[in-house]
């Protein structure tokens, strides 16, 4: 049966015609560095965030930290939030958002040092690259609002995943709320 | 008595296409014809029973599945014609055909087998082909693509796309995979697999390149991938989002969506990233660029005037012009390769519906009911729209003629289908 997988591609010799070789084509099998599928948060996106325990989502990240030390771990500290919703066809930064954005600004603007991604994401809905677009402009709203409170330009990138990994997988508006967001991602989880 | 034979004759297709060898990932279905069918009857090959794999079963099944064709049943007309010559014109036109195939396959002693096909015009008396092709079996299925094609280009007088090849992308769990399979579904073959998204496959002008969107390095960078080396480069990966390749005409450059910059904004360069240079200068969102055929202009979706809508950019003197006026979402322009009009997105009462514009009297033809339809792509020959929609929570693939009429649906078994992107007409 494959080998008319290869016949498909070589070319139909036809008299008074050019032949057209062609090889057969090598896929190229990519698996991403960090981790791949989560466990249990259903629509939960691993990509990005990177590392064990952080998902993204207001709920404090579990993993190794707690209170010992590093307070983007902290699940008491305003810093392990990490996300930020927004209404339907918007990208205006709800004033709820504003002291976690603020507090992540300032460890920021504390820590020369220190990068961070913002990733913007969109719902399911339309198409696919006029979402990351979209999805870019949440982030870009973001960051804005950090840099106005002093981090700086070069310490943040902004990137979108436009429609393609929705916090909640599911088809209805509760779904939909969740998915339109922007996340919050420190260098290095 | 009429019916049974037709039946018959479907069960006979059938029956060819089942013991062939090969299998189709993807199944393509006629959902609605058009109004008016051409009649031809596609007699089995002298010497055809000699192969497993059906040539003229398939033949018939592209020809029948484009919805344009009405296949009549041959069965009864003894003795069977395999050459021009021998077809009686009148005792087809009784049984209503305006057009018979008939043929030969013929085992040459190197292996490769000789088919002779012919087509006869069975009102106007004429012979409307005649073609030799000496093939290895391997190439039996091409063959019998081939063949459908010049009966389709004789008797509508446009190009058949049965040769051609469509890329899609597939989701399964978290796995993503850029798929490239023939025009009737069958031999899908894996371009690149990841654990994270693929999007935005985009052929070059002669089918040899696929340049796609990947996400496997946790943000929209375009690939540009050779099909017949399977090697690929990063064409673009600059800071921010990277996204939305288009191919220019000739092959040589590719337009891009990057975010570098600050906005969404539309980019050119050469096919291997060099020579990049801005080419939309707006506050706003611009992407989705897609070159006109003649390649002086391209397609963009912006909503530099508050809402998404679509306009074209003249590549030379950056002059800007918008398309579209009414409703509030107009979105993912793709050119007609005739280059007078376009299929594109629109949302309207919160529905996405595939439609097309003609470009002399702007006026807007819907030709799906959404509600999430998305990502058209048209056929080499203008006649066929492939696009994804949503069908029980999960993604699937249809196909509507860009004249309404006919409607296809193409049906996967397991997977989430996503992103169509119809490959060009093949050279030769």
């Known amino acids: ?189 | 008595m009429q019916t049974f034979r037709r039946y018959l004759l479907a069960s006979l297709a059938f029956a060819f296409l089942s013991v062939a060898p090969a299998r189709a990932q993807l199944t393509i279905e006629i959902v609605g014809g058009a109004g008016t069918t051409i009649p031809v009857s596609i007699v089995p090959f002298e010497g055809e029973l000699a192969y497993p794999l059906g040539v003229t079963g398939i033949a018939g099944a592209d020809l029948a599945r484009s919805g344009l064709f009405k296949l009549v049943d041959y069965s009864g007309i003894a003795p069977r014609p395999s050459r021009a010559e021998d077809v009686r014109a009148a005792d087809w036109r009784a049984r209503g055909a305006d057009a018979v195939a008939v043929g030969t396959m013929r085992p040459l002693s190197d292996g490769r087998v000789e088919v002779r096909f012919a087509l006869v015009d069975t009102v106007k008396q004429t012979v409307l082909a005649n073609q030799i092709y000496t093939v290895t079996p391997a190439q039996f299925r091409a063959t019998a693509h081939k063949i459908a094609d010049v009966i389709y280009e004789k008797l509508t007088g446009d190009p058949g796309v049965f040769s051609t090849r469509i890329a899609y992308v597939t989701k399964q769990g978290s796995r993503y995979s850029l798929q490239v399979a023939d025009a009737d579904g069958y031999e899908p073959q894996t371009i690149v697999s990841s654990n994270e998204p693929l999007l935005s496959p985009r052929w070059s002008p002669d089918g040899t390149r696929i340049a796609y969107v990947s996400f496997e390095q946790k943000k929209p960078v375009v690939y540009v991938q050779s099909l017949t080396t399977g090697t690929r480069q990063s064409v673009a990966n600059f800071r921010g989002s990277n996204s939305a390749p288009a191919w220019s005409p000739d092959g040589r450059r590719l337009a891009v969506t990057l975010t570098r910059d600050g906005g969404s904004q539309l980019y050119l360069m050469n096919a291997d990233g060099s020579d990049v240079r801005r080419i939309t200068q707006s506050n706003a969102i611009d992407t989705e660029a897609y070159f006109m055929p003649d390649g002086g202009s391209l397609l963009f979706t912006s909503d530099r005037g508050g809402s998404p809508q679509i306009y074209r950019l003249n590549v030379a003197n950056g002059a800007v012009e918008r398309l579209t006026f009414e409703g509030s979402y107009n979105v993912t322009p793709r050119p007609l390769p005739d280059g007078r009009g376009m299929i594109f997105v629109r949302r309207e009462g919160g529905r996405f519906q595939v439609a097309s514009m003609d470009f002399d009297s702007r006026q807007v033809q819907v030709l799906t009911q959404g509600p999430l339809d998305e990502s058209p792509s048209v056929a080499p020959n203008g006649k066929l729209v492939i696009y994804a929609n949503e069908q029980g929570g999960r993604g699937v693939l249809a196909a509507v003629s860009t004249d309404g009429s006919v409607r296809q649906r193409l049906v996967s078994p397991a997977t989430d289908v996503r992103e169509p992107a119809w490959g060009p007409l093949p050279r030769s």
């Open chain 1, 1 to 189: 049966m494959r080998k008319f997988a290869f016949a498909a591609l070589v070319a139909v010799v036809l008299a008074g015609c050019q032949t057209q070789p062609s090889q057969p084509t090598a896929p190229i099998d990519e698996r991403s560095g960090a981790g791949s599928t989560s466990s249990g948060t259903p629509g939960a996106s691993t990509s990005g965030t990177g590392g064990g325990g952080v998902s993204g989502s207001n709920v404090p990240g579990g993993g190794a930290g707690g209170a010992s030390g590093n307070p983007l771990r902290d699940p008491n500290n305003i810093l392990s939030r990490r996300s930020v919703l927004f209404d339907f066809d918007s990208f205006v930064v709800k004033d709820e958002y504003r002291p976690m954005i603020e507090a992540h600004a300032r460890y920021l603007a504390q820590n020369r040092g220190a990068r961070a991604t913002i990733q913007g994401h969109t719902d399911e809905r339309g198409s696919r690259e006029y979402n990351i677009a979209l999805g870019q402009r949440r982030a870009d709203a973001i960051k804005r609002m950090m840099t106005l409170v002093g981090a700086q330009d070069s310490q943040i990138e902004t990137v979108s995943f436009g429609k393609e990994k929705p916090r909640n997988p599911g088809h209805d508006e509760a779904a939909w709320a969740q998915n339109r967001r922007g996340d919050i991602v420190h260098a290095g989880e």
